[in-house]
């Protein structure tokens, strides 16, 4: 149950984007190509997943027991590289039509928004605090990732419903993605601690 209770906890209460306002610029980004917003959520929450996932394993694994903690964002943006290269070499073989330009492209969208590295440092500050297991560090993960993919769907639906009605000139692109994070944000801060509360 902690697992669940951990995962459903990072993915509403905490949310990496609105609750700790990582990655916003990233949401903002993809929602500029909505035909391809729900790939790249997916694709975003997966790298979260799997950073949080193998960064939280060599943390407490082995920079941990070898008093080497500090060392954790220099291994994460290794892992990042790592999995960015990873991402590309999928993204090439499935995407056998694609224009070599546009497969380096997604490949620099995994490798930036890969760096977030709020996941594994907040696995790994729980883990420094004495409050972490091993599920818990997995629901995390997987409720970070969880989180990121719904902000990225949620914010692009919200911006495209927003952006067809009638807006004044002044307030389009930027302030209304502004405007319509900050109306996000507060939504998710709301259910702060009902979410997790209801499964504890």
């Known amino acids: 149950m902690s697992v669940v209770t951990s995962m459903i906890s990072q993915a509403l209460d905490n949310n990496l984007v ?30 979260t997943v799997v950073t949080g996932l193998v960064g939280s394993a060599l943390y407490v694994g082995i920079l941990v027991p070898q008093e080497m903690g500090f060392f954790a964002p220099v291994v994460l943006v290794l892992i990042n590289a790592v999995l960015a290269i ?26 930036v928004n890969a760096a977030l590295l709020a996941a594994p440092l907040m696995n790994a500050a729980s883990c420094d605090a004495g409050v972490a297991t091993p599920e818990s560090l997995i629901g995390a993960s997987l409720g970070a990732g969880l989180g990121v993919f719904l902000a990225v769907v949620l914010f692009e639906s919200i911006m495209n419903r927003v952006d ?17 994070a900050s109306f996000l944000a507060l939504a998710f801060s709301g259910v702060i601690g009902i979410a997790s509360g209801m499964l504890s």
């Open 18 to 47: 609105f609750a700790q306002v990582v990655a916003m610029v990233s949401v903002y980004i993809i929602s500029m190509c909505p035909q391809d917003t729900l790939r790249f959520g997916v694709l975003l929450g997966l790298a």
């Open 86 to 111: 990873a991402g590309a070499f999928v993204v090439e073989l499935r995407g056998k039509t694609k224009e070599p330009e546009q497969v380096r492209r997604e490949a620099a969208f995994i490798a």
């Open 164 to 180: 067809a009605a009638l807006v004044p000139k002044a307030m389009r692109g930027l302030p209304l993605a502004l405007v319509t």
